[in-house]
């Protein structure tokens, strides 16, 4: 038994913590989530495809979305503006399938003003010293760019009261399962299931 | 990052829909959850043991566990007294360890007046037709009585309102499957995780 809609997932958790790793393994493992498309002004890169890699737009037609209020949330990075496209998101769950939206803490919570009725979830780093590590394995910051990050970090964590969930990133493969387990069981909640379930009761 | 207290996971659902099936895949596959053991007055059969099998009680200790509210639920059969002791259950979620508790539908709702913090899920046949042949299939039942229990179960459907989720039991390991998930995904909400973490932000 099938319910009708699907569940807008939203990932997100401060920088470093491995969002695009535990993204990347959920994709690999082919759980039927889909996967959103962003909209953006900048040009395509070679083999990128419309509707596939992103929604390219001109920034007339991304101005002309926001003022609509089409994208769930938006932001304009150097000189080019990137956004989810509501329509993307709702066609998506409108079939029955769920999508992932992998984002940063302010796009998330842009997200949750827009579609409140998403799946939240907060990845978060064992500890503030492994974020740390994290970042400075990069070995592309300065130290001074890794204490602002770290802060940003900390002011992030604070902003978990507005997520559903909490999974814990100590190793991609357990926080994989608990992303799983969460669409499992998002999807088995009394409120999605109940009105089919009359029905039965009904026939 | 373990949260302090476990969980208790109320699994429930009308008669016939295998509850019992469900519940000894659960416990054969070693999934860290405790089985709750319930109270009763009746004797001990050879082998059981008392706090392993059942709580051993006379009816006058049961009486008195019933008016100190003592019991999560409790119900009589015949001559004899059966309950679930509210002690066991605070005594296993207290060392954060999660304990199920598989039950009718009345004593469960029983459970949810006691302990509305619960996890209560309903577990569902994937048709009213395949439960009737469920119950059929025992072939122990005359047809008033497979009529009646149908009535029962529609009514029971009825109060699925009254829990958090609903697990379809189209295939046994599939069920279980579902209510793994819940359980992880229980374990991940950010109401049971959120005042550790902010410990960790202070630290």
Same mark, same amino acid.
């Given at each position: 038994m099938k319910r009708d809609k699907g569940l807008l997932i939203v990932l997100s958790g401060p920088s470093g913590v491995g969002k695009g790793t535990v993204c990347g393994e959920l994709r690999r493992q082919d759980t039927h989530i889909q996967y959103s498309v962003?909209?953006?002004t900048r040009s395509p890169r070679e083999g990128e495809a419309d509707g596939v890699n992103y929604y390219f737009k001109s920034k007339e037609e991304f101005?002309?979305?926001i003022e609509n209020n089409e994208l769930l949330e938006w932001a304009q990075y150097v000189d080019n503006y990137y956004g989810t496209p509501r329509n993307y998101v709702e066609e998506v769950i409108a079939r029955g399938q769920d999508v992932i939206l992998e984002?940063?803490?302010?796009?998330? !919570?842009?997200? &949750?003003?827009?579609f409140p009725e998403g799946v939240f979830i907060f990845l978060m780093p064992p500890s503030l010293k492994v974020l740390r590590e994290r970042i400075e394995g990069r070995g592309t910051e300065t130290k001074d760019l890794i204490?602002?990050?770290m802060t940003i970090?900390?002011?992030e964590i604070e902003l978990m009261d507005k997520y559903d969930y909490v999974v814990e990133n100590d190793e991609v493969s357990a926080a994989v399962e608990r992303i799983k387990a969460i669409v499992t069981a998002e999807n088995? &909640?009394?409120e999605? !299931?109940?009105d089919k379930y009359k029905e039965l009761v009904e026939e």
């Open positions: 962003s909209a953006t101005k002309r979305m984002i940063e803490v302010q796009g998330a !919570l842009q997200v &949750k003003e827009n204490d602002s990050r970090a900390k002011e088995c &909640k009394k999605r !299931l109940i």
